[in-house]
């Protein structure tokens, strides 16, 4: 099975909520969050035609910001994927009959409060601040914002997640409007025509001057 046939049989099951594909999250993008004003669920989607060299680095990112991880596979990776993910992540197995839940998502205890904020744009993470009173947030760069994030106590982990949670559900009607004119002005748009390859200009061999046999030569001098 590929990424969208597993992805269809995953859809139906995210009731409540919103669920956003390809959402950036640290270094990589999640495949599908199911997202509601209760929790995050990152989805991670492995068809039959692809690979388990990423899993460690989207462990670390999803585990980062999700309050439950799931892998979505094919029977064909599940002896590979088992050793390598914690207890607490969820597996469900796709083929042909539908999705088979091999094991439930438990809730994640690793969320951090810098990461989470990632989700969000720096503006927005600003005005969550300063709506709390936080002076002096206005005028930082994101990494400073992520510096403060990850040392200060004034911010609850719970009140940040809540508000991501918020903002990424509101945003999603924006989200479908681009992608859906983006879509529209793609179509409108003649095909593009393939490049024609410039042809090869032919080598056309330099005449090499005929000698002049010196019999002849001498016989025109004489």
Avoid at 79 to 91: D, H, M, S, T, Y
Avoid at 176 to 200: H, Q, Y
Wanted: charged share 30%; glycine share 6%; with cysteine.
């Amino acid at each position: 099975m590929n990424d969208p046939e597993i992805r269809a049989l995953l859809y139906p099951l995210l009731l409540g909520g919103v669920h956003i594909d390809e959402l950036p999250t640290g270094t990589t993008r999640a495949d599908v969050v199911h997202i509601t004003e209760h929790f995050m669920h990152g989805y991670e989607v492995k068809g039959d035609g692809d690979t388990l060299q990423r899993v460690a680095n989207q462990l670390r990112c999803y585990g980062e910001v999700y309050d439950f991880v799931t892998f979505v596979i094919t029977e064909k990776y599940l002896a590979k994927l088992l050793p390598l993910l914690p207890e607490w992540v969820g597996i469900q197995v796709a083929s042909a009959e539908g999705l088979r839940l091999h094991r439930a998502a438990g809730y994640n205890a690793t969320v951090e409060r810098a990461p989470i904020a990632k989700l969000l744009l720096l503006e927005e993470v600003k005005q969550f601040l300063m709506a709390r009173g936080l002076v002096g947030v206005s005028t930082l760069r994101g990494k400073e914002i992520s510096q403060f994030l990850r040392t200060t106590q004034l911010v609850p982990l719970a009140s940040l997640a809540q508000y991501v949670r918020e903002r990424l559900m509101a945003r999603l009607p924006e989200r479908l409007l681009m992608r859906a004119e983006r879509k529209a002005e793609r179509e409108r748009l003649p095909p593009r025509r393939k490049k024609a390859r410039p042809k090869a200009k032919k080598k056309v061999a330099k005449k090499r001057p005929e000698r002049v046999p010196r019999s002849a030569a001498s016989a025109s001098i004489e």
